[in-house]
């Protein structure tokens, strides 16, 4: 019965990410825009304008998501941001800050709970023009989002001695599974490698890749691997190109697609993209609100306008997805409008700029 | 614990100086007799357990137990025994099998009871076969023998090759690795069909032992910073009591430079900034994780060696524990880690002229001679790399 609900699901996602087609004929697609903290209002309105540029066919609805205590004494999202999300299914969102403060949850695991966020996307590709040791790099991180490791459950069983409980349930890998499948072959990609532990996890791990397998089956048209963390590990630092598509679970997950944004740059260049139930996706930047440099035009919106990108092709907008990626690549690369964690000193609004003229010139 | 005083008055007397063996060397301090109390903050704990185990010796040679496991553990145990022959080293093997097709439980009863008996042993990976049913939910082989032998600190040290060509500059890391609980202990269990619950387990004994020995590794060999790897901000009691022990532990070292550093963001450092790290210490996962990036930065598994450090045994295999099942028996598995590997065992049995003089020759075949084998890029083969060794070993030993 589990198995019937999640294949209707990632048939709704199918929907959603058909490959090469537009999703509504010509009319506008509207997308809740949360610009967050910090940077995240002026790196937003940045977005704004190339997207504006490169007449992408967007309608943004702003929302505020700062929880406010809810009926219950718990911290909650408004009610019309959750409906605002709810109806237009796909968010964009800037770097939020979670308040300091006794019972304050963190507004990630927030939005997680409240959207039921299962699955964390990051398509790490080198960035050319930006140099880092590892070039050619192209791969992405699918990371299952609610269970494993990240369960919170914690007891102290006697003084000195701790558990820590991970938890694998077949549900939730199921779902993990056939979104990542979804998700290779929507993007056109031919490999998808399950990552694991389960040489030492045998029954956690092992349910884990038992559903992958089972997964696996229905789409033959894509490869699957399997391979130990470790040697993923040792094998990325050697040579990135070998990895495709990566699924395994929350702690691996959280490793590897750091390591991975490593690879290419860092946080301020990653983009990354949250997959929930009742097909609502949101779209973020992983970086923080760098409230140093909030409101004085010097933030680079490339993680941002990634993560918009993404968005773009998970509606299916190939080609306005394809001429704004380009538009910024090749902004980066001529070197002469980067901002100054990408080792330059322009303006935050030079750099918008210039790649909205840049955005306008591609075919 | 009588026998183990008896054991370090055997061992007390002044080793030799190892300035010989020289970017790669560990101070060989005199043992010495300290209480084994542990929470003595003046016992020079790791220094104690620089020799341990080394007690096996008879006639002036040692005897130390050797595990050739899978893959291309057995042919480079080989190449292991012809080097130490040309190089004149007073050690015998005692040979003990553990394979991964023996279901049987003796077989793991005979290799731990060789390894308690001489005290240091050589070895090879052992295969997790988990895709087979037959094996239940008993642990890996591996853990098995680094658990019940109580193995509890992995060390590997990262630095980078001389003459091999690496994406970063000069590196020098030492990872030292919580080797027995943590995510490693296989309490699984299945409450309801497709719910499945795997324990972690951290304790403040092992935390604060594995902290205590990574400070005084850093002390003792000069190091200036020791980086504490965790995720505390969401295991907040399990990687907080691991956290909380390092931070105490720094305290009874003030003239080491102590940070934590969250285990996502530090593999970010790593490959963007590996030389910020000094030594590091971490549980056991994480310790996995960083160790192979590691051992991948400075040029992959068939390179860098490493050791398991108990209170009372010393096992030393290869730091990333691969098997290279796929490339068994074709002669073109990298023998420089096992070799080194095999280095850093003499070392610990105070064998140090001989440890040099097999280190010296396997960068020197490495840097000079430029063998490369497959995993380096290159096309030759172990023998070849062999060989190599066992001219520059005949032509030194021949000086000694």
Redesign the interface.
């Known amino acids: 019965m589990a198995a019937g609900v999640y294949r209707s699901l990632s048939q709704g996602l199918r929907r959603i990410t058909p490959f090469g087609s537009r999703l509504y004929s010509d009319e506008a697609r509207t997308v809740t825009l949360i610009p967050g903290d910090g940077i995240g209002p002026e790196i937003s309105a940045a977005v704004q304008e190339i997207f504006a540029a490169a007449s992408a066919p967007i309608k943004w609805e702003t929302s505020d998501v700062t929880a406010i205590k809810g009926p219950g004494g718990k911290y909650i999202i408004p009610q019309e941001a959750q409906e605002s999300m709810n109806k237009n299914k796909i968010g964009l969102k800037g770097p939020l800050k979670t308040p300091v403060g006794k019972g304050h949850p963190s507004m990630n695991l927030l939005l997680r709970k409240t959207f039921q966020l299962y699955a964390n996307v990051r398509p790490c590709k080198s960035i050319e023009g930006f140099k880092t040791p590892y070039p050619d790099v192209d791969l992405v991180t699918i990371r299952e989002n609610t269970e494993g490791e990240y369960s919170g459950i914690e007891h102290m069983i006697v003084d000195g001695v701790v558990q820590s409980i991970k938890l694998i349930t077949e549900p939730a890998s199921r779902r993990v599974a056939e979104f990542a499948f979804d998700f290779a072959r929507a993007q056109g990609r031919d490999t998808v490698t399950a990552v694991h532990k389960a040489n030492i996890m045998r029954m956690s791990d092992g349910l884990f890749l038992k559903c992958c397998r089972e997964v696996a089956e229905d789409y033959k048209d894509i490869r699957f691997e399997e391979m130990y963390l470790d040697t993923v590990c040792l094998n990325m630092v050697q040579d990135p190109t070998q990895f495709d598509v990566l699924v395994m679970p929350n702690l691996y997950g959280d490793i590897l697609s750091d390591l991975c944004a490593g690879l290419i740059g860092g946080l301020g260049v990653t983009p990354s993209g949250n997959i929930g139930a009742d097909g609502v996706a949101i779209f973020e930047s992983v970086h923080g609100t760098a409230p140093d440099i909030a409101g004085k035009d010097l933030a680079n919106p490339t993680a941002l306008l990634l993560s918009a990108v993404m968005m773009l092709r998970h509606l299916g907008l190939h080609d306005h997805a394809r001429r704004i990626e380009t538009a910024a690549f090749e902004t980066i690369k001529e070197g002469t409008a980067l901002t100054g964690d990408l080792g330059g000193k322009a303006k935050c609004s030079d750099f918008t700029r210039e790649v909205s003229k840049k955005v306008q010139e591609i075919e | 614990m009588a026998s183990v005083l008896q054991k370090c008055s055997v061992l007390c007397r002044s080793l030799p100086a190892s300035a010989a063996v020289k970017a790669f060397s560990r101070s060989a301090a005199p043992c010495s007799l300290h209480t084994r109390d542990f929470h003595s903050g003046a016992a020079a704990y790791s220094q104690q357990l620089a020799t341990v185990g080394a007690s096996s010796k008879y006639g002036g040679r040692y005897t130390v137990t050797m595990i050739p496991g899978d893959g291309i553990g057995p042919e480079l145990m080989g190449h292991v025994k012809d080097i130490f022959r040309y190089a004149g080293v007073p050690v015998d093997f005692e040979e003990v099998q553990i394979t991964s097709q023996e279901g049987d439980e003796e077989a793991i009863e005979n290799a731990i009871t060789a390894i308690k008996r001489n005290g240091v042993a050589l070895k090879g990976g052992l295969r997790?076969l988990?895709l087979d049913p037959s094996y239940g939910?008993a642990?890996?082989r591996n853990?098995a023998v680094r658990v019940r032998l109580d193995l509890f600190a992995n060390v590997l040290r990262c630095k980078t090759f001389p003459g091999l060509p690496s994406?970063?500059g000069d590196i020098d890391i030492v990872i030292i690795r919580e080797n027995t609980e943590g995510?490693?202990t296989?309490l699984?269990?299945?409450n309801v069909?497709?719910?499945?619950?795997?324990?972690?387990?951290?304790?403040?004994?092992s935390s604060e032992r594995i902290a205590r020995y990574a400070f005084e590794y850093a002390q003792r060999h000069g190091r200036k910073k020791v980086t504490a790897v965790h995720?505390a901000n969401?295991?907040?009691?399990?990687?907080?009591?691991f956290l909380e022990c390092c931070r105490k532990m720094s305290e009874e070292f003030p003239d080491i430079e102590y940070e934590s550093m969250i285990?996502?963001?530090c593999?970010?450092?790593?490959?963007?900034r590996p030389q910020q790290f000094d030594v590091m210490v971490m549980p056991n996962?994480y310790g996995?994780?960083i160790?192979?990036?590691g051992?991948?930065?400075v040029g992959?598994?068939g390179l860098v060696p490493g050791e398991n450090i108990g209170e009372e045994y010393a096992v030393f295999e290869t730091a990333?524990r691969?098997t290279g099942k796929s490339i068994a028996g074709q002669n073109v598995a990298n023998p420089t880690a096992m070799l080194l590997a095999s280095a850093l065992m003499l070392e610990h049995l105070g064998l140090d002229k001989y440890a040099s003089l097999i280190e010296n020759a396997v960068y020197k075949a490495l840097a000079e001679n430029k063998i490369r084998t497959p995993d380096l890029g290159g096309q030759h083969s172990t023998v070849d790399m062999v060989q190599t060794v066992v001219k520059e070993v005949e032509a030194q030993a021949a000086k000694m």
């Open positions: 997790t988990h939910v642990r890996s853990v994406r970063h995510e490693y296989s699984e269990h299945e069909p497709g719910v499945v619950e795997s324990l972690k387990i951290i304790t403040a004994k995720k969401i295991m907040k009691m399990g990687d907080g009591l285990i996502d963001n593999s970010m450092q790593m490959v963007s996962l996995n994780i160790s192979n990036i051992a991948g930065l992959g598994p990333t691969n």
